[in-house]
Nanobody, 125 residues
Framework: QVQLVESGGGLVQSGGSLRLSCAAT????????MAWIRQAPGKEREFVAS????????DYTDSVKGRFTISRDAATNTVDLQMNNLKPEDTAIYYC??????????????????WGPGTQVTVSS
C-alpha cells in the first residue's frame, strides 16, 4: 500500500513562490497517475495538476497554467509542485493523491484512491 506525505507548505506573500513535495512510500507502478489537489475553505476539492508515472504526461487546471509546474522523480518516488506567482486565491490545503487505475480524466477527483494528509498553503495579499 502506497503512503503519501506532503511537505513544503507555508505562508507567502502574493507573487511569491513555494515548492511542495510529496514523498511516496511503497511501490509506484508505471500505470499510476499522481496528482496535486487542493481544497480552499468552504469549497470542494479542486484538481490542480497531475503527472503520469509511465510517460510523464502532465495536466493542469487552467487557473494554474504558466504558474505551476508538476514534476516526478522515479528514483526517489517523489512528486513536486513548483508554484510561482502565487495569488491569494491559491490559498488552500494541498493534497497529494494517486489514481492506481487511471481510466478517467485527470480532473476527476473521485478517481483518486490514495491521499496524503495535506499541507497548508496561505497566500497573503
Amino acid at each position: 500500500q502506497v503512503q503519501l506525505v506532503e511537505s513544503g507548505g507555508g505562508l507567502v506573500q502574493s507573487g511569491g513562490s513555494l515548492r511542495l513535495s510529496c514523498a511516496a512510500t511503497g511501490t509506484i507502478y508505471s500505470n499510476y497517475r499522481m496528482a496535486w489537489i487542493r481544497q480552499a475553505p468552504g469549497k470542494e476539492r479542486e484538481f490542480v495538476a497531475s503527472v503520469s508515472w509511465r510517460n510523464n504526461k502532465k495536466d493542469y487546471t487552467d487557473s494554474v497554467k504558466g504558474r505551476f509546474t508538476i514534476s516526478r522523480d522515479a528514483a526517489t518516488n517523489t512528486v513536486d509542485l513548483q508554484m510561482n506567482n502565487l495569488k491569494p486565491e491559491d490559498t488552500a490545503i494541498y493534497y497529494c493523491a494517486v489514481d492506481v487505475s487511471p481510466d478517467s480524466s485527470p480532473g476527476t477527483i473521485g478517481a483518486y484512491d490514495l491521499w496524503g494528509p495535506g499541507t497548508q498553503v496561505t497566500v497573503s495579499s
